[in-house]
């Protein structure tokens, strides 16, 4: 099975501020990976498919980059909405998620 | 506008079965594979089943074969998931979820219902 680890844990960062998540694959998935957001009590919303595609309605700021087994999900500007949980899912073999960042504001 | 809209959760016995149903609306249900993802309180996500259009491929992972079913009715655009053998493990939020057209699993979600909880406990 594919493993997905996520790096860091817990992230803080500041209004305004660029912010980076990582993303690594146990093997080579190529650029078979997405990345959601859940925010506390709602349900996952995806963001980036296909490792840098940006989902239809997904903010700009919002871009994500990588192939084969490290990747990465930046927010070019952090807005106080973007404070939630991330998490990444490769589907180069079966479904598989890594454990997730929670970014909190500063 | 996709609204996904699962029902049928609630608190189960270990050994029993529950029936999960989910909703769908805001698009041609019968053109996308439909999946159901888990996620136990405060941990991570799991995906847990997926189907094809017409129903005619299932995929699980392993910690569910034989004990859950996914199934569709396109016709009343609804996803099941029948949930037999309950295990205290399976206690989570299921959700229900959209893959692809032409390739259902393995592929990412791009809409997701808001959840519906499953608890096993005796």
């Known amino acids: 099975d594919i493993q997905m680890t996520q790096s860091p844990s817990l992230l803080s960062a500041s209004v305004g501020d660029r912010v980076t998540l990582n993303c690594k694959a146990s093997?080579?998935?190529?650029?078979?990976l997405a990345w959601y957001q859940q925010k506390l009590g709602e349900a996952p919303k995806l963001l980036i498919y296909?490792?840098?595609s940006l989902q239809t309605g997904i903010p700009s700021r919002f871009s994500g980059s990588g192939s084969g087994t490290d990747f990465t999900l930046t927010i070019s500007s952090l807005q106080p909405e973007d404070v939630a949980t991330y998490f990444c899912?490769?589907?180069?073999?079966?479904?598989?998620f890594g454990a997730g960042t929670k970014l909190e504001l500063k | 506008e996709v609204q996904l809209v699962e029902s049928g959760g609630g608190l189960v016995q270990p050994g029993r079965s529950l029936k999960l149903s989910c909703a769908a609306s805001?698009?041609?249900?019968?053109?996308?594979?439909m999946a159901w993802v888990r996620q136990a309180p405060t941990k991570g996500l799991e995906w847990v089943a997926t189907?094809?259009?017409?129903?005619?491929?299932?995929y699980y992972r392993d910690s569910v074969k034989g004990r859950f079913t996914i199934s569709r009715d396109n016709a009343k655009s609804t996803l099941y998931l029948q949930m037999d053998s309950l295990r205290s493990e399976d206690t989570a939020t299921y959700y229900c979820?959209?893959?692809?057209?032409?390739?259902?699993?393995?592929?990412?979600?791009?809409?997701w219902g808001q959840g519906v909880m499953v608890t096993v406990s005796s």
């Open positions: 979820a959209r893959t692809g057209i032409l390739r259902v699993y393995p592929y990412y979600f791009d809409y």
């Open positions: 805001g698009f041609t249900f019968s053109n996308y594979g």
């Open positions: 189907i094809s259009y017409d129903g005619s491929s299932t």
């Open positions: 093997q080579n998935i190529y650029k078979n």
């Open positions: 296909n490792a840098n």
């Open positions: 899912q490769q589907y180069y073999s079966g479904n598989t």
